[in-house]
């Protein structure tokens, strides 16, 4: 579901200009749809989807789903490319618009600086060598950046914003990491009662998760408190305390504690931070952002369950709707899965050991 801002979009260089702040990327060669409800020719936004070309086989299904369950009554088609990849596309999409009973409001192609309107047939407001046009003239990108969205220049540009901190930032996470590290293998080491220990450090995870998250919007967290979440949430309960916290009110706030300790974490750490950012991302409207912190974190982790999950539920267009409804309490977790006990320290006993060697 597209949370963003509306946009007036009352011509196709609008709609241009429109699709990369709805994006977060200026798209290369890609097919966009725009999914409205509401009658022609008004409108309300509801989601935006993205696809490479050329279009794989079953994509245009998928998207049939998806348009019928978020209840588009109206599409806008947008290619990016030459003709002989863009045009097979949109026609495809048109024609499933019409067996789904949905309005195409419009349907165009852009390359070169250009677009052509395949809905148009009037040479004179749609010449045959198409129509000039600029994504940055226009009011729409500055409506667009008054309510805070940005374009970044491609997607390897939106994939770079959770790049690694490097310099003296990774310097100083390394070593808060290392102190934790130190600290938690001496504990372990030193405890006579295992699931004991286990109970205390999930205790105070869930604890830090909760502070963590309801302090994001005021203040950054330490490179201490970083570390030391990272750690905590490399605990399945942990992790899925911060599931169940994160709130469709304060998405804006949650995106950026995830994208910070994406950037920040040593790389073994990271899976579950990237993973809840995916899902925030996600439950956003942010597709690009919620697919470019999934493959973070299966980057790291090939067979990290979390983003696993959440990445085939992107591929087949799924309601973020449906895993939340869907998400236990953290009540119904603890009866679930019963008192803390050692086992669910070891992925984290792992990754420290790793670290040490």
Do not use: N
């Not at 060669?29 to 279009?55: A, F, H, Y």
């Not at 009554?73 to 067996?99: K, S």
């Not at 047939?121 to 805070?148: F, I, L, R």
């Amino acid at each position: 579901m597209d949370t963003s801002p509306p946009l007036l979009l009352s011509s196709p260089a609008d709609v241009l200009a429109a699709v990369p702040y709805l994006l977060g990327f200026h798209p290369g060669e890609s097919l966009v749809v725009i999914g409205l409800t509401g009658d022609p020719p008004g409108g309300r936004l509801c989601l935006t989807t993205r696809w490479d070309l050329p279009l794989d086989p079953d994509a245009v299904p998928r998207l049939a789903s998806l348009l019928a369950r978020e209840g588009v009554t109206q599409v806008i088609v947008a290619g990016y490319g030459p003709g002989a990849e863009v045009t097979p596309a949109v026609d495809a999409v048109r024609a499933q618009a019409g067996r789904s009973g949905l309005t195409v409001a419009e349907a165009l192609r852009a390359d070169g600086g250009r677009f052509w309107s395949y809905l148009c047939a009037d040479a004179g407001c749609c010449p045959p060598e198409g129509t000039p046009y600029d994504p940055a003239a226009g009011e729409v990108p500055g409506q667009a950046e008054q309510h805070g969205m940005t374009a970044l220049r491609d997607r390897p540009a939106l994939a770079g914003t959770l790049d690694p901190c490097t310099g003296p930032a990774r310097r100083a996470m390394r070593e808060a990491t290392a102190r934790v590290a130190a600290e938690t293998i001496g504990r372990a080491r030193a405890c006579r009662d295992a699931d004991a220990l286990a109970a205390e450090f999930v205790a105070d995870g869930i604890a830090r998760v909760r502070a963590a998250v309801a302090g994001c919007a005021d203040r950054r967290l330490s490179d201490e408190e970083a570390a030391r979440l990272g750690a905590a949430l490399s605990v399945i309960r942990v992790r899925d305390e911060a599931w169940t916290l994160i709130d469709d009110d304060r998405l804006k706030e949650q995106l950026d504690l995830w994208a910070d300790l994406t950037r920040r974490l040593e790389p073994r750490f990271t899976p579950p931070a990237a993973a809840l950012l995916g899902l925030t991302a996600w439950r956003a409207g942010d597709g690009a952002l919620a697919g470019i912190a999934l493959e973070r974190a299966l980057s790291v982790d090939p067979g990290y369950s979390m983003a696993r999950l959440l990445m085939h539920a992107l591929a087949h267009f799924l309601s973020p709707g449906l895993l939340t409804e869907r998400m236990p309490s953290p009540a119904d977790l603890d009866a679930a899965m019963g008192a803390p006990r050692m086992s669910w320290l070891l992925p984290l006993i792992a990754i420290l050991d790793e670290e040490a060697a």
